[in-house]
Nanobody, 123 residues
Framework: QVQLVESGGGLVQAGGSLRLSCAAS????????MAWFRQTTGKEREFVAA????????YYADSVKGRFTISRDNAKKTVYLQMNSLAPEDTAVYYC????????????????WGQGTQVTVSS
């Protein structure tokens, strides 16, 4: 069992930065792929980034590549999403998610979810 709690969302101007954190509880955190998704009203949940359990491999949606960085600290059971050069289209609720074994972009394949944190980027 893994429980996830996101933090770090807020309001930022276009071009600014935010760092999201996702704190996990559970003994098997370091065996899970950790990912960030985002969702806006009326749209499907969208893959943003993922990191494998070692932290050695990361994956990004094309829309955030070069601007966002995902990382994890297994000792702290925390995964981060550093978001730079934010744009209004990045406005969404951001969710942390976990799944065992391999990286996937389909949110249906993720077992555990946080409650979400709102990110709003003003123009």
């Amino acid at each position: 069992q893994v429980q996830l709690v996101e933090s770090g969302g807020g309001l930022v101007q276009a071009g600014g930065s935010l760092r999201l954190s996702c704190a996990a509880s559970g003994r098997t955190f370091d065996s899970y792929v950790m990912a960030w998704f985002r969702q806006t009203t009326g749209k499907e949940r969208e893959f943003v980034a993922a990191v494998v359990w070692t932290g050695a491999r990361t994956y990004y949606a094309d829309s955030v590549k070069g601007r966002f960085t995902i990382s994890r600290d297994n000792a702290k059971k925390t995964v981060y999403l550093q978001m730079n050069s934010l744009a209004p289209e990045d406005t969404a609720v951001y969710y942390c998610a976990a799944r065992p074994y391999n990286y996937r972009v389909d949110p249906e394949t993720y077992t555990y979810w946080g409650q979400g944190t709102q990110v709003t980027v003003s123009s």
